[in-house]
């Protein structure tokens, strides 16, 4: 809420406040608040608070945000569309950090009625999938390898990727970045990522589609399905 970000600016003397979006006063609120009780628990405890310990509850409040931000647009405090949007712009301006490439080297020009999107830092990328779909000799994918899954790679890569952990009707649904973007908010909605789902378009992809679909009042949202065999890349559900 604007007129309470503009009262904490000039009880706490801090207009910045006034300027933060209703994102940002979640994430400041969330990780405040925790850091706080963190402290009180130490103090309790006779322990005292140091660097160590403010570096792990930053590390645990990264980790968690997509959580905390996931149940908040499930029960519609936050709206779906603008929250996407701006952790999406967050990452862009991380730039290689999230992504394999600069989002600036995407440049988008319209061509009658659409828009064409050049995206060359995908190159190397479409060499690696190239590779991939050389080997594709069938429909049904491979057995399912741990160590080239989405979990394992937000496990290398770190919380980053991930925009969002949404529980609908019981369903985990993980949406994260897509690291080799093709446009501007290109992201990956991954169906109940704990089951380590192969690339088959099963009622969990199906469900996890409508589920996101309703919670978008965009019209703009588009959702695909690379089948494996198929232009797909990656033998996790997706």
């Keep these: 809420n604007v007129d309470i970000a503009e009262e904490l600016g000039e009880v706490h003397n801090a207009p910045s406040l006034q300027h933060l979006t209703e994102l940002e006063l979640v994430q400041q609120f969330v990780g405040q608040a925790i850091e706080q009780a963190v402290q009180h628990r130490l103090t309790e405890q006779g322990k005292v608070w140091n660097e160590q310990w403010a570096d792990d509850v930053r590390a645990y409040v ?3 945000m997509s959580w905390i931000l996931g149940e908040m647009v499930v029960k519609g405090a936050l709206d779906f569309d603008t929250t996407i949007k701006e952790l999406w712009n967050d990452r862009a301006k991380r730039g290689t950090e999230v992504f394999s490439y600069p989002i600036s080297q995407i440049i988008q020009r319209p061509v009658g009625p659409y828009k064409i999107s050049f995206a060359s830092g995908r190159t190397e ?3 690696c999938v190239s590779a991939v779909q050389a080997t594709q000799l069938s429909t049904i994918p491979p057995p399912f390898d741990p160590q080239k899954s989405f979990n394992y790679y937000l496990e290398q890569e770190g919380p980053l990727r991930r925009l969002l952990d949404l529980i609908i009707d019981g369903k985990h649904i993980a949406i994260d970045v897509n690291k080799n973007p093709l446009m501007e908010y ?7 990522p704990e089951k380590n789902l192969p690339q088959i378009f099963v009622a ?3 469900n996890a589609m409508f589920a996101v679909r309703k ?3 965009s019209g703009r ?12 890349s990656f033998n996790n559900l997706h």
């Design 221 to 232: 949202l588009k959702i695909g399905f690379n089948a494996w065999g198929g232009a797909a």
């Design 125 to 127: 990328y479409r060499r």
């Design 186 to 192: 290109h992201m990956l909605i991954i169906p109940e």
């Design 62 to 64: 990264q980790a968690r």
């Design 215 to 217: 919670l978008s009042k």
């Design 204 to 206: 969990e992809a199906l």
